[in-house]
């Protein structure tokens, strides 16, 4: 099994959230644990970006909270999306590979 992050992105627009009945956190956290795969996760508030450098750039602002789970493949990640509010709210959930470096 693989780490694999969820990024929820805060893009659906309001009308898409309501018009979409979403399951709540707690209905897909409990499934997710239930089936042995959520690894953590939680909302993501303000923050900064720092460079050395000194080039100050924005933070990104639509990302609103992450889940972490374990997974086969990227494939067994994707499947593992459904349920997520975000995403049957019409947002965007991106997925990426935690590799163990």
């Excluded at 499934?31 to 900064?48: C, E, K, Q």
């Excluded at 450098?53 to 992450?66: D, F, H, N, P, V």
């Amino acid at each position: 099994m693989k780490d694999y992050i969820f990024l929820m992105h805060d893009d659906a627009t309001a009308s898409e959230r309501d018009r979409a009945g979403a399951p709540s956190w707690e209905q897909y956290l409990g499934t997710l644990r239930a089936a042995g795969r959520l690894s953590g996760g939680s909302s993501i508030g303000a923050g900064a970006c720092v460079s050395k450098a000194g080039l100050s750039r924005a933070i990104t602002s639509q990302l609103s909270g992450y889940v972490r789970v374990r997974a086969a493949s990227l494939e067994d990640a994707l499947a593992l999306v459904a349920g997520n509010p975000v995403y049957e709210a019409g947002g965007t959930v991106e997925i990426r590979e935690l590799p163990e470096d």
